[in-house]
């Protein structure tokens, strides 16, 4: 079982309340199964075969953000997420995976997106008329940008196009794979990593943008697990990293003043897996006319909504809902004008709790915002 790489883990968590204070899913559900200690007494138990995989012990291993609080609060640096994603390797392979978790991996691989959409529906690109073809930085939107947040590629594109940046997009652009790795699909997500680095590669990129942190965090760490070295041979900046490199080469300005007090949702992947919290900031500040206020729960402290590629969502959006409002009420008690994140499956889970309490927007869009 994949779950005995972590036995030092669920050694040390089985008896540690640490950060049940900490946990997203055991704050909100108040259930012990979702805490990390609880997870860490089931699967001990799992190993000891005093219990075993099954309909009532599988779901709690699904009940997870992965979002990293645990890790970060842990004085030890003991991986749950990484146990996590091991369980549910162990769940897959025993053929022990949820409907609903059957029904992501499928739509994945059937239709290129984790909603099952058709594969036809374009790549919310249309506005840039930029055609696919070999260029020296490939622009990957990922699934919620291409199909749910297209405005958000629409800025991204604009702020490529105004820079002069010789870029290109993947034709009929595929999901990345996260989910498919996340769920515990690991051979599948493997056979998907390799093949979609094969079109990238043909694309003769040097440089991979992506706005989503799901696929940002999938190539920079997931890909290189299954063996695919794709951060290797091409470089992978989040948007944020590749308009703050824009900016510092003079290549665009912002000079509209937009006036407005703005609060900022640090996002788990960029902040907690890749120590991203103040380059958004910084972009936030060089905007004219903005007021930047912090949340109270802010950088390794804040709050999540979602798993990557928008899991959450799919498998328990009660719960995703929930978690939402909570930060919508975080962004509201600053006075803010403005909530703003620097992720499109976060600015949707976010934007649908909203109502007309606050603005929500991604950090591309209010950055386009800007440019004369």
């Known amino acids: 079982m994949h779950i005995r790489e972590?036995?030092?883990?669920?050694?040390?968590?089985?008896?540690?309340?640490?950060?049940?204070?900490?946990?997203t899913m055991g704050t909100e559900t108040q259930?012990?199964?979702?805490?990390?200690?609880?997870?860490?007494?089931?699967?001990?138990?799992?190993?000891?075969?005093?219990?075993?995989?099954?309909?009532?012990?599988?779901?709690?291993?699904?009940?997870?953000?992965?979002?990293?609080?645990?890790?970060?609060?842990?004085?030890?640096?003991?991986?749950?997420?990484?146990?996590?994603?091991?369980?549910?390797?162990?769940?897959?392979?025993q053929e022990k995976a949820p409907t609903e978790v059957a029904r992501i991996k499928d739509n994945i691989l059937n239709k290129g997106n984790i909603f099952g959409l058709k594969k036809d529906i374009p790549v919310g690109m249309q506005s840039s008329k930029k055609s696919a073809g070999k260029a020296d930085v490939l622009y990957f939107a990922g699934c919620h940008t291409a199909y749910l947040q297209s405005g958000i590629a629409e800025a991204m594109t604009r702020?490529?196009?105004?820079?002069?940046?010789?870029?290109?997009?993947?034709?009929g652009e595929v999901c990345c794979g996260k989910p498919l790795y996340l769920l515990g699909y690991r051979k599948a997500a493997q056979d998907w990593a390799g093949k979609l680095f094969q079109q990238i590669k043909a694309t003769g990129c040097k440089k991979i943008v992506t706005n989503c942190p799901s696929c940002y965090d999938v190539f920079k760490r997931n890909y290189e697990a299954m063996g695919v070295s794709i951060a290797t041979e091409i470089e992978v900046l989040h948007a944020a990293e590749y308009i703050s490199d824009l900016m510092a080469n003079g290549?665009?300005?912002?000079?509209?003043?937009?006036?407005?007090?703005?609060?900022?949702?640090?996002?788990?992947?960029?902040?907690?897996?890749?120590?991203?919290?103040?380059?958004?900031?910084?972009?936030?500040?060089?905007?004219?006319?903005?007021?930047?206020?912090?949340?109270?729960?802010?950088?390794?402290e804040a709050a999540s909504c979602c798993e990557a590629g928008g899991v959450l969502q799919q498998l328990y959006p009660q719960i995703s809902r929930s978690?939402?409002?909570?930060?919508?009420?975080?962004?509201?008690?600053?006075?803010?004008?403005?909530?703003?994140?620097?992720c499109p499956i976060t600015k949707g889970a976010l934007s649908a709790q909203a109502t007309e309490r606050i603005d929500v927007c991604d950090i591309i869009e209010l950055m386009v915002e800007t440019l004369m």
């Open 6 to 23: 972590y036995t030092d883990v669920i050694n040390a968590c089985k008896t540690c309340f640490m950060c049940r204070h900490i946990c």
């Open 31 to 93: 259930h012990e199964a979702d805490t990390p200690r609880g997870k860490a007494i089931l699967l001990h138990s799992i190993l000891n075969k005093t219990m075993e995989l099954n309909e009532e012990t599988v779901a709690p291993l699904y009940r997870c953000t992965t979002c990293g609080a645990c890790k970060n609060n842990c004085v030890g640096n003991y991986d749950m997420p990484s146990l996590v994603q091991a369980a549910r390797a162990d769940v897959v392979e």
């Open 159 to 171: 702020i490529m196009t105004q820079a002069g940046e010789n870029f290109t997009v993947l034709p």
């Open 251 to 300: 290549k665009i300005e912002l000079q509209k003043q937009l006036g407005m007090i703005v609060t900022y949702h640090d996002d788990d992947y960029l902040g907690r897996f890749h120590s991203l919290h103040e380059l958004p900031r910084q972009l936030l500040s060089a905007i004219p006319g903005i007021e930047p206020v912090e949340m109270r729960w802010n950088r390794e």
């Open 323 to 342: 978690l939402a409002a909570r930060i919508i009420d975080g962004a509201v008690a600053t006075g803010a004008d403005r909530l703003v994140t620097v």
